[in-house]
């Protein structure tokens, strides 16, 4: 019988570590896109999730939103495609992020377009489950 409740145990801690493990190596198997913003931005399309990595090369500071405060800066997208992109950041969601200029980060949210570069939001999980989950990736810490 004690044999039979540790293979028990056993079984469950091994699925446990595999669904861990699982879900760590996914959510690092994406990799930024940048072309893709830059196509979206060439087609003036608005309402795509992207991926993107580049440098913070301004901030904007903080602003209270009708969902909480929100932080702004400006990001250059990294490659051949040097795209200026506005981000907006819900830090009532993700906490302050402590950026510094000319930080590399990695971004992911969804793309709304405009003449001038345009703007990534939903750069955090949705408490209400409606949109997709993005994040920010900077100095070596996940901000969701």
Known sequence: MAVHRRTQALRSLIAGLALALTAACASHAEKPDNAAA?????????????????????????????SGEHEGYLLKLDGSCDLLLKVETNTSITG?????????????????????????????????????????????????
């Not at 440098?55 to 009708?66: I, K, Q």
């Not at 402590?98 to 793309?111: L, T």
């Not at 939001?121 to 901000?143: E, F």
């Open 38 to 66: 830059c196509n979206d931005y060439a087609s003036q399309n608005s309402g795509g999730e992207v991926l993107v990595s580049g440098h913070v090369v301004a901030l904007l500071g903080s602003r209270e939103g009708r």
């Open 96 to 144: 302050p992020i402590p950026f510094a200029r000319n930080e590399p980060v990695i971004i992911k949210g969804v793309y709304v377009y405009d003449p001038l570069g345009g703007l990534i939001h939903w750069t955090h999980h949705d408490p209400s489950g409606r949109h997709m989950n993005g994040y920010v990736i900077a100095g070596g810490k996940s901000y969701r």
